[in-house]
């Protein structure tokens, strides 16, 4: 059975809501364009735009200790920079990330929503080139969906994908086949891949994606059922091409 894109997402404000493409145009050495644009720094939190630097997530606002970041729906237009904010009976923000109105509008809307989480005024924050990542790298994080369907089968229930976070799902490999990838090249559409880590878990993959509730443990459940915490590969871009829903994944060697 081949191995197939079947859903691509990118995430352009960490920990806000994921959006789906039908297809991806990816460049050498980066992630997704958009994908981790922007971020939410907790108001203590140092960040220098002119000299941007890799930070931990406990830097900033995020599902692992934000769960309510999960009731919110959020868009993000690229073409126009305008950010629409939806949900807990508000009424809609609508602000352009180019402009500094836009953006304290974002910074205000999040010190109320987040109240004491915020730790201070939050700061929308971003620089040019720059992806706030969990990993210091800029990579593309890949589910094959049968190893999530081997966590479905322990817990008993459904488990949304949208948990963790990911940028390709795909169908059509074995349950934990990405963890074979490491170091090995592959190519996805026109895109050369080489696997670098599976993706270790935390505990923002206990809030669910819908509801914001914490109603699974599914770090420990891995590490207990499966002897590992991962879900994933991360996978570094070697050639840049295009990546469309429904194109096949091939393993070189």
């Known amino acids: 059975m081949p191995i ?4 691509i997402y990118r995430y352009p404000v960490k920990g806000l809501s994921p959006e789906p493409l039908s297809r991806v145009d990816l460049a050498r050495g980066l992630g997704l364009p958009q994908d981790r644009r922007f971020a939410l720094a907790q108001g203590t939190t140092i960040f220098d735009p002119a000299a941007p630097a890799w930070m931990p997530k406990t830097k900033f606002l995020m599902l692992m200790k934000n769960e309510r970041l999960a009731r919110l729906r959020t868009r993000f237009d690229e073409a126009s920079g305008v950010l629409t904010i939806e949900g807990e009976d508000r009424a809609p923000l609508r602000a352009d990330l180019s402009d500094a109105a836009g953006r304290s509008a974002v910074e205000n809307f999040f010190a109320t929503y987040m109240g004491a989480e915020a730790d201070g005024m939050p700061k929308l924050v971003e620089a040019p080139g720059h992806m ?12 094959g969906l049968a190893s999530l369907r081997a966590l479905e089968s322990v817990v008993d229930r459904p488990v949304d994908p949208r948990r963790f976070r990911a940028n390709l799902y795909l169908e059509g490999s074995a349950a934990w086949d990405e963890f074979d990838w490491v170091e090995r090249p592959f190519t996805i559409g026109a895109v050369h891949l080489r696997g670098v880590k599976p993706i270790r878990r935390c505990a923002a993959t206990n809030v669910d994606p819908v509801s914001a509730a914490r109603d699974l443990e599914i770090p420990k459940t891995l590490q207990e059922r499966f002897g590992h915490v991962h879900m994933g590969l991360y996978a570094e871009v070697l050639e840049g091409g295009a990546i469309a829903r429904g194109d096949a994944l091939t393993l070189s060697g």
């Open 132 to 143: 706030f990542s969990d990993n210091p790298r800029k990579l593309v994080s890949i589910i």
């Open 4 to 7: 197939t894109v079947a859903q």
